[in-house]
Structures are given as C-alpha cells and as structure tokens.
C-alpha cells in the first residue's frame, strides 16, 4: 500500500505563491508517475500537471503552464507544486496521486492514478 500526505494549501491573494508537497510512504517506488489534481465546488477533478521520476518528464494543464512547477525530490520520496501568480480560478482541493504502471506517455485521467492524497485546500482571494 501506498500511502500519499498532502501540505501547505492555504490562502492568498490573486498573484501570490504557494508551494504543495506531497510526502508518498509505504510500498512507494520511485518508478511511479506522480500527479497534481485538483477539485473546485460543483466541478469535476481536473489534471494539473504530473511528473515522471524516471527521466524527469513532466506534463502541465495549459491552464497551469508558465505559472506552476512541479518537481521531486528521490532521497525524501516527495514532490512538490510551487504555484504562482496565483487566480481566484486557481481555488480548489488539490490532490496528489500516483500511477504505479509503467506508461509510454504521463498519464493525465484521474483513473490511471491508483493511489490517492486526502487532498489540501488552495484559496485564492481576488
């Protein structure tokens, strides 16, 4: 099993920054693709970006590009979001999720990810 903890959600202003991190533990590999997603009231979850460990690939949401990061970090086994110039659109439960088989292209549909964070929350204050 694995097991993935999301940190750092909280508030901030339209052109703000904040950075997510997602801690994964258990029976991890550092094989996986990891995810962001992320969920506003009333809408479905969205792709944002992810991140292939193996060769450092990683895919962004055209609505994210130029604005989030995603990165790693092997030895601590987490990944990280650093999100800036921040939208009041950008508001939404942000997950963390990982995809333990092995694919050609990083996957982008929350049902190819099999393990999933608790989520934290991101506001954005216009």
């Known amino acids: 099993q694995v097991q993935l903890v999301e940190s750092g959600g909280g508030l901030v202003q339209a052109g703000g920054s904040l950075r997510l991190s997602c801690a994964a533990s258990g029976r991890f590999f550092t094989s996986y693709d990891m995810g962001w997603f992320r969920q506003a009231p009333g809408k479905e979850r969205e792709f944002v970006v992810a991140i292939s460990w193996s060769g450092g690939r990683t895919r962004y949401a055209d609505s994210v590009k130029g604005r989030f990061t995603i990165s790693g970090d092997n030895a601590k086994n987490t990944v990280y979001l650093q999100m800036n110039s921040l939208k009041p659109e950008d508001t939404a439960v942000y997950y963390c999720?990982?995809?333990?088989?092995?694919?050609?292209?990083?996957?982008?549909?929350?049902?190819?990810?099999?393990?999933w964070g608790q989520g934290t929350q991101v506001t954005v204050s216009s």
């Open positions: 999720a990982a995809d333990r088989d092995s694919r050609v292209v990083i996957p982008t549909r929350s049902y190819e990810y099999e393990y």
